[in-house]
């Protein structure tokens, strides 16, 4: 292959993987340099299909609405979706849930994340800016 042609090939790759993982399930041996998750939001119950989804690269933040925020959360909290250090606030006591998932490798690991929350406050207090998918 042409030095050109391995450069298309590399632009290519992050569309390719998110077309090959929309419906919420990153490919589990993809070979992504550097830590990354492929979010997914899904708005009310389970039978929804207001799902969104994005791939979050973090060697250099990309691909997301606020990248270097959800980075720098998931850095200090070894990529665990889990030990992101809850935020204080008030949230309405509205039950409209938001199911969340994350895929991905963090520091050489696999990472998966899951879980419905009341309602999208409760989510961004608890998860911080890694489902934050809109500016």
Same mark, same amino acid.
Do not use: K
């Given at each position: ?19 090959? =993982? ?28 207001? =799902? ?84």
């Amino acid at each position: 292959m042409t030095n050109s042609t391995l450069r298309a090939l590399r632009g290519c790759l992050p569309a390719a993987l998110a077309l090959l =993982t929309l419906g919420a399930a990153a490919p589990a041996d993809a070979a992504l340099p550097g830590n990354w998750l492929y979010v997914t939001v899904t708005r009310g119950d389970a039978r929804s299909s207001d =799902t969104r989804g994005t791939l979050l690269l973090c060697d250099p933040p990309q691909g997301h609405a606020r990248a270097a925020e959800a980075c720098a959360e998931l850095a200090g909290a070894g990529g665990d979706v889990g030990r992101i250090p809850q935020r204080n606030g008030m949230c309405v006591q509205v039950y409209a849930p938001v199911r969340a998932t994350a895929r991905g490798e963090w520091d050489g690991r696999p990472v998966a994340y899951e879980h419905t929350f009341a309602n999208s406050c409760v989510m961004a207090a608890r998860t911080g800016s890694v489902f934050a998918l809109s500016g």
